[in-house]
């Protein structure tokens, strides 16, 4: 096999089980219309959990690449490790999470409720760091992380405080 198809494989694998989740996932939405909201709730759990494992591990990844030199057989090991998971699990994950999110926060509360505000701030905080993990990602792919491993130790904490924050918002609802 050529290095492109091994590259090609996961991406095109992940895609296609993207793609069975949306078909089953909307399948639900049309044979059980009664339980829509359930659905696409159950949905929405699948792809935050999706979106926060690779949240959580990134930043690890980071850790371990910035403490070795660019250009080793590892570095490189590292970079397709990191690319493959933005690209297969973290973005897709986000975009359903964010899409199923927001018709939740519509059909459930109509975008009502000081907690839900504060969720979807904290979400686009996230979102936010997702953002800086992909510009992360494109650095280290050039070879020019100048971040240490101590401020990706840190920023792997990031995640998962706002997770916590955001599932106490969601099942105590406070205000």
Do not use: C
């Not at 793609?19 to 996932?25: C, K, P, Q």
């Not at 639900?28 to 494992?53: G, N, Q, R």
């Not at 926060?105 to 993990?133: D, E, N, P, R, T």
């Amino acid at each position: 096999m050529s290095d492109t198809t091994n590259r090609a494989g996961p991406g095109r694998r992940a895609g296609i089980a993207l793609a069975i989740f949306l078909v089953l996932t909307a399948a639900a939405l049309f044979l059980f219309p009664a339980e829509a909201y359930l659905w696409a709730k159950a949905a929405h759990v699948i792809a935050v959990i999706s979106w926060m494992a690779g949240m959580l591990y990134l930043p690890r990844l980071f850790v371990y690449h910035a403490e070795i030199g660019p250009g080793t057989p590892q570095s490189e090991t590292f970079k397709v490790m990191e690319q493959r998971l933005l690209r297969v699990i973290i973005n897709p994950a986000m975009t359903v999470a964010w899409v199923l999110g927001l018709w939740l926060a519509w059909q459930g509360f109509g975008f009502s409720g000081g907690w839900l505000h504060l969720k979807i701030a904290l979400v686009i905080a996230m979102s936010g760091l997702h953002g800086y993990f992909s510009k992360a990602v494109r650095l280290f792919a050039e070879d020019r992380n100048e971040k240490s491993a101590r401020h990706w130790r840190l920023m792997n904490e990031g995640p998962t405080l706002l997770m916590i924050v955001i599932v106490i918002l969601v099942v105590v609802k406070p205000f």
